[in-house]
Each structure stands twice: as C-alpha cells, then as structure tokens.
C-alpha cells in the first residue's frame, strides 16, 4: 500500500466514525428499535469484494455464506461497510426529523462516504476499483478533495446539532456534498 492510499485510508475511517456517531444520535437513528433489518448478504458482500472496503475493515475471515456480515448484535463491521448501508434511512427518519432543514442534513450525513469515494477513476467509485494494483496507481488529489469536502460538512453537521444554527456559507458546503442519484428525491 503507497503512502497516500495510507493517509487516505486513515482519514476515511475518521469520517466513517464520525458519520456513524451523527446518524447514532438521539432522534436520528430508529434502526436499532426496528424488526424489519435492511441488511441482505447481497450489500454486504460488497465490502468483500471492494480490495479498499477490505483494507480499511481487515474482517473479511468473518464474512458467512448465508449472513453475510450481519450478526446477532447488529452488523460485525465497525468500519469499512459499503456506503450504500449508510445512504438509505426510511421514510420514518424523515417524519421524526423536526424541520426540512434537519431532515436535508440528515440525507447528507448518509452521502459523505459516497461523496468522498466518488470519482476515484473516472466516473467509478473508490470501493468499486477491483485491483489492488489498481488502487495502488490512483491518483489521490481529487479523492482527498473530496474527502476534505465529506469532512468539513461532518464538522458543520456536528455544529448544527449543537447549535441549532446553520450560516450560509455552511449551507452552501453542504451542498456540494453529491448524493448518489438513486437516493435523490
Ligand atoms: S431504515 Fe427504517 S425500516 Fe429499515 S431498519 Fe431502519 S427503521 Fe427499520
Ligand atoms: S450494515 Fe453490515 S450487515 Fe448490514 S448490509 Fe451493510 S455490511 Fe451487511
């Protein structure tokens, strides 16, 4: 693994961390009340798959034919999920939002991963190039631009849910935050 693709995998699991703890929050997350799990072995053999997804997790030996990563407790995973888990909440996440603006927010906390990955060849996300070699040659400016871009909307979020209070200029780096086209409204 070269130097950037290091630094890049460190500073992805910080942003991952960070984006699990928001969508943990109290108000925000119904999944862990809910019987009806979304998980499916089809999303998790993605992180199986994906040779970045597998670098950042290193839990690929405990991966199950049949569970796919998902265990009793919830998904074994703590890092390196595929960003499609993150990007989906039902409808109910919106309802119990208390305005628009939360529940805008709350679709872009789901994105980041998505956001920060984009483009990594192409048009062909981080977690779908398929080689390690290939992974190796990337170029890393674009998808740390990105990456900064998931970041800083990460440490305006946690504003947000702090203060109650959105600038402007925080408005408009949210919205550079790209949300994958299937999850747009
Ligand atoms: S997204 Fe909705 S339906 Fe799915 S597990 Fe969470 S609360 Fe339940
Ligand atoms: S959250 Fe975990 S168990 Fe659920 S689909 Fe994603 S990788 Fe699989």
Do not use: W
């Amino acid at each position: 693994m070269n130097d950037p693709l290091k630094t890049y995998i460190e500073k992805y699991t910080q942003l991952e961390a960070g984006m699990r703890e928001s969508i943990a929050r109290k108000g925000n997350s119904l999944c862990a009340q809910c019987s009806c799990i979304g998980c499916d072995a089809v999303m998790c053999i993605e992180a199986l798959k994906s040779p970045f997804l597998k670098l950042v997790h290193q839990q690929a030996a405990e991966y199950d034919e049949q569970k796919g990563f998902l265990s009793e407790a919830g998904c074994k995973l703590k890092k390196g999920r595929p960003s499609v888990c993150y990007e989906y909440f039902c409808d109910d996440h919106f309802y119990v939002q208390p305005d628009e603006l939360h529940a805008e927010v709350l679709k872009i906390i789901g994105t980041l991963l998505y956001h920060a990955t984009r483009n990594a060849k192409g048009d062909i996300p981080l977690d779908e190039i398929m080689t390690e070699k290939e992974l190796d040659q990337l170029d890393f400016d674009s998808l740390e631009k990105h990456l900064q871009e998931s970041m800083q909307a990460l440490e305006i979020i946690r504003t947000f849910y702090c203060t109650g209070n959105l600038t402007e200029e925080s408005y408009q780096a949210l919205k550079r935050i790209r949300i994958a086209k299937e999850f747009q409204a």
